[in-house]
């Protein structure tokens, strides 16, 4: 017998994206700007590592769509300083603590998702369920959940949903890294 827990809450990206841009204007910010300082929040692995910095057209296209990847998020999360589970709307599981890890210049925060896959994999065996069933639990096509195993990208409707499946606070799966 599997539990029920009703239908899931929902990601909302545009409730996010609506919190960022009040933050930037508050601020007095220019998307430009914006990215900058998304960028410096971790400055110093940055430099180690190289790379460009976070494009503030990207950033304006991703405003304009209200929906992204859960490791693009994550910049704008820590931002922000607010848990994913903040955006969520509808029947909201309570996960107790949602804090994001803190990570300071030298690190940068990442979704770990074959951490959130195993978890998913370890819940779905013990209620014997088929990728399939699951599937329909969440309300997603079986291989979005299987391909979590291996993926580096995912996008954070998806994982809020397997989260709130899971019942557990979304920073579980999410480390300060330095890569």
């Known amino acids: 017998m599997t539990a029920v827990i009703g239908a899931l809450a929902e990601f909302d990206g545009e409730a996010l994206i609506q919190a960022l841009d009040e933050q930037r204007q508050q601020r007095g910010l220019t998307w430009t700007r914006l990215a900058d300082e998304l960028w410096m929040q971790s400055a110093e692995l940055n430099e180690r590592l190289g790379g460009d910095a976070l494009c503030p057209g ?37 996960v107790g ?52 195993r291996t993926a580096r990208l995912a996008d954070l409707g998806l994982v809020m949903q397997v989260t709130q499946w899971l019942r557990q606070p979304a920073a579980r799966f999410i480390h300060a890294t330095d890569y």
């Open 97 to 148: 603590d949602a804090s994001l890890p803190s990570a300071g210049p030298d690190k940068r925060l990442r979704w770990e998702l074959s951490e959130l896959y195993a978890a998913l994999n370890d819940r779905r065996r013990d209620l014997g369920l088929t990728w399939v069933l699951l599937g329909e639990k969440i309300g997603c096509t079986p291989s979005r959940l299987t391909n979590l």
């Open 58 to 94: 990207a950033l304006y296209r991703t405003s304009l769509r209200k929906t992204m990847s859960c490791q693009y998020a994550l910049p704008l999360l820590r931002w922000l300083e607010k848990a994913p589970e903040d955006f969520l709307h509808g029947q909201v599981v309570d």
